[in-house]
Nanobody, 119 residues
Framework: QVQLVESGGGLVQAGGSLRLSCAAS????????MGWFRQAPGKEREFVAS????????SYADSVKGRFTISRDNAKNTVYLQMNSLKPEDTAVYYCASIVNGGPGYRYWGQGTQVTVSS
């Protein structure tokens, strides 16, 4: 089992920045990939960014490329999402999720943190 706890959400004006954190606990030695997803009201959950736990390879949704940066601190078992140049359309609940070795898919999810961008 892996437990994930997000933090760092809040209210920010358009053009501003926020940094989300996701702390992992439990069987963290089994982590393979960490990802961020988001879900806006009335919309389906969508992929935002991911990072492999060992090599640090990253992937981003086209909508956030150049504005968001995902990173990790293996010693702290924490993954971050630095969000710059925020837009009102970035408003959503942001979720952290993990893939463990042996898969399949994102098996563990955090409770989510609200990000609201005002225009």
């Amino acid at each position: 089992q892996v437990q994930l706890v997000e933090s760092g959400g809040g209210l920010v004006q358009a053009g501003g920045s926020l940094r989300l954190s996701c702390a992992a606990s439990g069987r963290t030695f089994n982590l393979n990939t960490m990802g961020w997803f988001r879900q806006a009201p009335g919309k389906e959950r969508e992929f935002v960014a991911s990072i492999t736990w060992s090599g640090g390879s990253t992937s981003y949704a086209d909508s956030v490329k150049g504005r968001f940066t995902i990173s990790r601190d293996n010693a702290k078992n924490t993954v971050y999402l630095q969000m710059n140049s925020l837009k009102p359309e970035d408003t959503a609940v942001y979720y952290c999720a993990s893939i463990v070795n042996g898969g399949p898919g994102y098996r563990y999810w955090g409770q989510g943190t609200q990000v609201t961008v005002s225009s």
